[in-house]
């Protein structure tokens, strides 16, 4: 993904600079920059500037604050995948006495830890991380705010210990051990701890004047996988292609698909909204579209990766003020955009390439009750049950080596669907966690738990 294939159509493009042009007039930004993915490659990269005849590209810098998050994220999903750590670990098993070891791995993933938002006085972001040099120094006297794993809060502190986490199991510094086996990988040559030019310089930009004051930039030390990186518009698109994707180099497409699973709901307006988290990522309904990514927020800058993997787009919104445009709206009004304006074109249909007739003969329509499904062979080997009513469940199956199949989404994720035979061979019923399915409602002599009445269905008399 090095260069730019310009094949969104030209209303498309014009339409994605007008919005931007909008975000940085109205959200008063010293600079914004912004990259739109499809198809695995970038396809339009945008910018407005203050500065006339001089616009940032898709090789400048800026930093992305909590971005790194989801950089750590993954760095802890690759030592679960070793099996290095269980994701139910508690902390303390592996980093032992940081008074926060009750909370598991997954938990502090998902920000469901019962740690502080902040780290102790004074605030971290402005200043120097040698004023913070031991996990005790970030975490406090007083780490807990919450019961752990009883609600999603969101936790800078909690990101900084699987930071040291990754230290401890790798023996190495965590910026170390991101370059080798993240941002190497995918060639994200780019993102970096410290600024290399060209990068953008961070602004404040006054509330009531149209007056600028440097921010300063902070080496936030030990906090600094939870929110140091700088990084582009173009390697960021290609991380967004790697979250939707996956890259067996560094994480498998279930590994990062697990990351985009919701792990945690927001507060009560959150979940009205549509929003929650998964491991390491922000997941958001917007406009019937599920929405993955991360958002970024650090003094003078501002950043957004936002993603849409069924419609198989993502953009990049990065800009240079402590605040002002809201970038994560930016950047799902540009996956948007494309969307709408452009739909994904869905692959033409084939036959599968194999089929095992004892599964084929259990497609078709199955009951459970009264409830109808109909059961359908995917790829794969797998197959889908789904509702022959809006209002019930519908599920995808993985195969099993010994020909059962396991619930993959939903209600049904994790059970157990299999086809119970008679002596004969032939098919009695489905079993799927204990709901038995039948070819009729309550079929005769099927073994419908409770029974079935032996008079059979009837009218009123």
């Known amino acids: ?46 910018a407005r500037t203050s500065v006339d005849g001089h616009a940032p590209d898709a090789n400048v810098q800026y930093r992305i604050g909590s971005i790194t998050k989801t950089f750590t994220a ?46 102790p006085s004074p605030w971290w972001e402005r200043t120097p991380g040698s004023l913070r040099p031991e996990l005790a120094d970030v975490l406090g006297e007083q780490p807990h705010r919450h019961p752990v794993g009883r609600r999603f809060h969101y936790s800078n502190p909690g990101f900084t210990v699987l930071g040291a986490l990754v230290e401890r199991l790798r023996d190495a510094p965590w910026e ?7 941002l190497e990988p995918l060639g994200l040559h780019r993102t970096t701890w410290h600024p290399q030019a060209p990068h953008a310089g961070g602004w404040a930009v006054h509330p009531w004047a149209d007056v600028l004051l440097p921010e300063r930039v902070e080496d936030l030390g030990r906090m600094g996988s939870a929110g ?71 003094p003078g800058f501002l ?41 994904r074109i869905p692959d033409a249909w084939r036959p599968l390439p194999d089929v095992d007739r004892s599964v084929l003969e259990l497609a078709g329509p199955w009951y459970w009750g009264t409830y109808s499904f109909a059961l359908r062979l995917v790829a794969d080997g797998g197959v889908s049950l789904e509702p022959l009513s809006a209002t019930l469940r519908s599920a995808r199956f993985r195969l099993n080596d010994d020909g059962t199949w396991t619930g993959l989404n939903g209600y049904f994720a994790g059970e157990l669907l299999r086809a119970v035979r008679r002596p004969d061979g032939s098919v009695s019923h489905l079993d799927l966690g204990s709901f038995v399915f039948t070819r009729q409602p309550y079929e005769e002599g099927a073994p419908v738990p409770g029974g079935v009445d032996p008079e059979g269905w009837r009218g009123i008399s």
Not at 176 to 182: A, S
Not at 316 to 342: F, H, K, Q, Y
């Open 1 to 46: 993904m090095t260069t730019l294939h310009e094949e969104l159509l030209p209303a498309t493009r014009r339409a994605l600079l007008h919005r931007i042009a909008v975000a940085q007039s109205e959200g008063r930004a010293p600079s914004l920059v912004a990259a739109v993915v499809r198809g695995g490659e970038r396809v339009w990269n945008g």
């Open 228 to 298: 140091q990186l700088w990084s582009t518009t173009a390697d960021l698109a290609r991380f967004a292609v790697f979250l939707a994707q996956g890259d067996d180099r560094v994480l498998s497409a279930e590994s990062v698909l697990e990351m985009r699973t919701p792990a945690a709901p927001g507060e009560a307006s959150d979940v009205a909204a549509g929003s929650a988290y998964g491991l390491g990522m922000q997941l958001q309904h917007q406009d019937g579209r599920f929405l993955v990514g991360h958002s970024g927020s650090v």
């Open 303 to 343: 950043a957004a990766l936002t993603i849409s993997v069924e419609d198989d787009v993502a953009a990049v919104v990065l800009a240079n003020c402590t605040s002002g445009p809201v970038v994560s709206e930016v950047a799902a009004d540009l996956v948007r955009i494309v969307a709408e304006a452009e739909p």
């Open 74 to 119: 993954v760095l802890v999903l690759r030592l679960r995948d070793e099996g290095l750590l269980d994701l139910g670990d508690p902390l303390e098993k592996h980093l032992p006495g940081t008074g926060a070891g009750e909370a598991t791995i997954a938990e502090l993933l998902a920000h469901t830890g019962g740690l502080a938002a902040e780290s």
């Open 176 to 182: 170390d051990v991101l370059r080798r086996e993240v």
